[in-house]
């Protein structure tokens, strides 16, 4: 009751007998532990946090599953490294030492989730770099200079030769291509980019969610934090992929 048709909760989902708002609120992975406070039109609020719920699946007395309990801890890992990482990078205030649900430290990440590139250079265009953004949803970001990229000359396809979406945007001096909303489950998805000049040659990359976590891991110029954050990505990824399977 209280939410008006059309309002941020009007849609509605039927859960046994009963019809229920739903609210839903994108939160990116290092504000897990920030409360999202939900106010009704009858002036009412109520307030829940993603590590809220975390620990109340890890709670025995709510009598969840394995493959549940371990998801929610890996996820408070994750948030927990996220957090850790952007804070201590965007601010001078000292974040104290968390603890962990799962031993980070002993994570390995095998060398078949590294990139596979072929060319990074042809007239035209260069490849810079990449990132993997976890806000609201995870993407990945390819960066190239050069001549404006379009769909014309831009393709992405997974492992089965399948056509991806993508998106084309501008981040300062570079021209990026961007792969949203990759789930927990799938981070080991690996998209291929091909740009292609007009001379028909081509830079082509191979890249997955994990692809970066590997990358971060074997860089000598990779911070702890930032280390210990890929791990617990990885682990993340792993809880999510039993889950669904």
């Known amino acids: 009751k209280g939410l008006a048709e059309g309002s941020i909760g ?14 839903t609120a994108n939160v990116p992975v290092k504000d897990f532990a920030k409360e999202i406070v939900v ?16 620990q109340w699946l890890i709670d025995p007395e709510n009598g969840q599953s394995v493959e549940v309990v371990n998801i929610a801890k ?7 490294a996220a957090n850790k990482y952007f804070t201590e990078r965007d601010t001078e205030d000292a974040v104290e030492n968390p603890s962990y649900n799962n ?12 990139p596979v590139i072929f060319n990074t250079e042809i007239l035209g265009y260069k490849a810079e770099g990449a990132t993997l953004v976890a806000e609201e949803n995870t993407h990945i970001r ?50 291929t980019v091909t740009v292609t000049n007009e001379q028909d040659q081509t830079i082509q990359i191979s890249y997955s969610a994990l692809g970066y976590a590997y990358t971060a891991l074997q860089s000598e110029a990779t911070g702890n ?4 954050l890929a791990k ?10 039993r889950l669904a399977s």
Request: no cysteine.
């Open 10 to 23: 009007g849609d509605k989902k039927m859960i046994g007998w009963y019809s229920w708002h739903v609210v």
């Open 39 to 54: 106010t009704l039109d009858d002036g009412s609020k109520t307030d829940h946090s993603v590590e809220q719920y975390a």
């Open 74 to 80: 890996a996820l408070l890992d994750y948030g927990t």
């Open 103 to 114: 031993d980070l430290a002993a994570v390995t990440i095998a060398d078949s989730y590294a």
């Open 142 to 191: 390819l960066y190239f200079t050069g001549n404006a990229l379009t769909d014309e000359n831009v393709t992405v396809t997974n492992a089965y030769g399948k056509s991806e979406d993508f998106e084309i945007v501008e981040v300062g001096k570079y021209h990026a291509v961007v792969i949203s909303g990759i789930h927990a489950n799938v981070l080991d998805t690996v998209y």
């Open 225 to 228: 934090n930032m280390k210990t």
């Open 232 to 241: 617990a990505l990885y682990k993340y990824w792993e809880a999510a992929n």
